[in-house]
Every structure is written in C-alpha cells, then in structure tokens.
C-alpha cells in the first residue's frame, strides 16, 4: 500500500543551525503538508502546497520556515535558523482525493539544543 | 477558529471491555476523520465520516457522526490490548477561495487496555 515517507527519523541540530526535514508523498497526491507536534500537545498545521505554491499558512510558520518541491517526488520543510521551541515531531502529509483525507508520514523528530 | 473537544483524555480499561470516547465541536464540519497514533508515529488514518448521522464499522470500531455534524464518537467492543494507543479526531477546514484543507485535531484520548 502506497505510504508517505520521511527522513530523517530523527534530527538533532544546535540553535541557529538550519535543518532540512524531507518527505516523499504517497506518489499521485496532489496537496501536501506539514503539520507538528509538540510533546504531549496536539498536532498542528503549520502549511499547504498545491500546485507547486503555499496554499495556506498558520501563524507558527514565519519567516524562518520554507517549503519546496524540488523534483517530481520530494517536499521538504526548512528551518533556517533553529530555536529551541522549534523542538517537536514534524509530520508530513498528502492528499489525493477526496481531499481533505489525509495520509500521514511516520514523522521527523527534530531535537534542537 | 474551529476546536474539537475530546473525551475522556485517558482511559484505562480491560481486555473484554467496551468503551467510547467522544469528539464534540460548536462548529458544523464537512466531515470528520479519526485517526490513531502509537508514541513516535504518525497519526494512521481509520475512517471519514461525512454524512450527518452516519455509522461506519471497522472490525470491532464503531464512528458515528451526529446528525447536526458537530460532534462523532467512537466505540470499541471488547477492546484488546492491540487497541491501545492515542485516538485523534481531525475535522477539515477550508480556507474561503481555497483548494485544500487543513486539518484542526483534537487533543485525543489516550487509550490503555489491559491483558
């Protein structure tokens, strides 16, 4: 069964340092996603791209975050200068249709220190 | 801003036993999805209910989705120890003029069956 993937598993990263969190969505999905979790809270969305363009972003996603789809199969996430509460599970998604199903990637745990 | 309510946040019960747990909303949504998650993974994907009033059964898991699409729950017979873990309720939002959803989780319930 089709899956989405992501890597690394774990990331740990001293603050300031830029970290790159990649996923390869579930191959004829169209939107994609990338949602957090802070330990012991709930998952959050931080952005959507469709179309090879942000749909929507929250508020947590500031200039400090970006997002790509650099070939055919890859969508990565982008922390540029990493601070300690960015520390968290980082989960990639996709869609296909109906679209607001969404299948979930097994997760990055970023570790910043 | 759209919130889900969920309940209780922990439950601890044993094998054989049955138990729902709930995810309550004062906003209408156009569907609700549940999902699972074990420590370290990914929420898993378990069923969409979309239609208000709906049932939908997977094995010995029970959703249903209240008639004014505002609230769903989720009942498990004779649970087994192979149920443990968290379990999410997710209702998507659309942004006006949008193409795709986001999704609003809630909090979960932390589900533990005991051998």
């Known amino acids: 069964e089709p899956e989405v993937t992501q890597t690394p598993s774990h990331q740990v990263t001293q603050m300031g340092q830029e970290v790159i969190l990649r996923c390869v969505p579930i191959?004829?999905?169209?939107?994609f996603y990338w949602y957090r979790q802070i330990l012991g809270q709930k998952v959050e969305f931080l952005v959507s791209?469709?179309?090879?363009?942000?749909?929507?972003k929250s508020e947590i996603f500031d200039d400090q975050f970006s997002v790509e789809r650099p070939d055919g199969s890859n969508f990565t996430l982008k922390i540029r200068s990493t601070k300690l509460e960015d520390s968290a599970m980082y989960f990639c998604?996709?869609?296909?249709?109906?679209?607001?199903?969404?299948?979930f990637g097994p997760g990055t745990r970023l570790t910043v220190t | 801003t759209q919130l889900l309510e969920q309940s209780p946040q922990f439950l601890s019960i044993q094998e054989g036993e049955n138990l729902t747990v709930y995810c309550n909303s004062s906003?209408?949504?156009?569907?609700l999805q549940w999902y699972r998650q074990e420590p370290g993974e990914g929420p898993v994907l378990l069923v969409t209910?979309?239609?208000?009033?709906e049932v939908k059964k997977l094995k010995r898991l029970t959703f249903q989705f209240g008639d004014a699409r505002k609230d769903s729950s989720l009942h498990i017979t004779a649970a087994q120890p192979g149920d443990t873990g968290l379990y999410l309720c997710?209702?998507?939002?659309?942004?006006?003029?949008?193409?795709?959803?986001?999704?609003?989780f809630g909090k979960g319930t932390l589900l533990t069956v005991n051998p």
């Open positions: 906003s209408v949504f156009s569907s």
């Open positions: 998604a996709s869609t296909g249709f109906p679209v607001a199903e969404q299948y």
């Open positions: 791209f469709y179309n090879n363009e942000i749909s929507e």
């Open positions: 191959s004829n999905h169209l939107y």
């Open positions: 209910v979309v239609t208000g009033g």
């Open positions: 997710a209702g998507p939002t659309l942004r006006f003029g949008g193409s795709n959803y986001k999704l609003t």
